[in-house]
């Protein structure tokens, strides 16, 4: 049975820093990402990592957020500094088979039950 597990949300202040992991088992993915979703907005991608630790970001957290993996432990990992209050939202884990349209939430096979992040002003 494939399960996501993430860890390490909580609250933060502004200028401050989280990490969040993300454990996976029954299998190997090729990618792994973090998504994240705000109250009254739509999912979006933040960051995701190759089995070969090529990386992307979105614009908006670029220089900020440090995601790294684990491929001996299965487990992926979102290093957030510089944190600020729009960066609030419950963040997902994501897991897919291969490498294509890593940013395209609807194409990840498996996801995390999701951490909240909320960081005060």
């Known amino acids: 049975q494939v399960q996501l597990v993430e860890s390490g949300g909580g609250l933060a202040q502004a200028g401050g820093s989280l990490r969040l992991s993300c454990a996976a088992s029954g299998r190997t993915f090729s990618t792994m990402s973090w998504f994240r979703q705000a109250p009254w907005k739509a999912r979006e991608f933040v960051a995701a990592i190759r089995w070969s630790s090529g990386t992307l970001y979105a614009d908006s957290v670029q220089g900020r957020f440090t995601i790294s993996r684990d491929n001996a432990k299965n487990t992926v990992y979102l290093q957030m500094n510089s944190l600020k209050p729009e960066d609030t939202a419950v963040y997902y884990c994501?897991?897919?088979?291969?490498?294509?349209?890593?940013?395209?939430?609807?194409?990840?096979?498996?996801w995390g039950q999701g951490t909240q992040v909320t960081v005060s002003s």
């Open positions: 994501a897991a897919k088979g291969d490498f294509s349209f890593m940013t395209t939430g609807a194409l990840y096979d498996y």
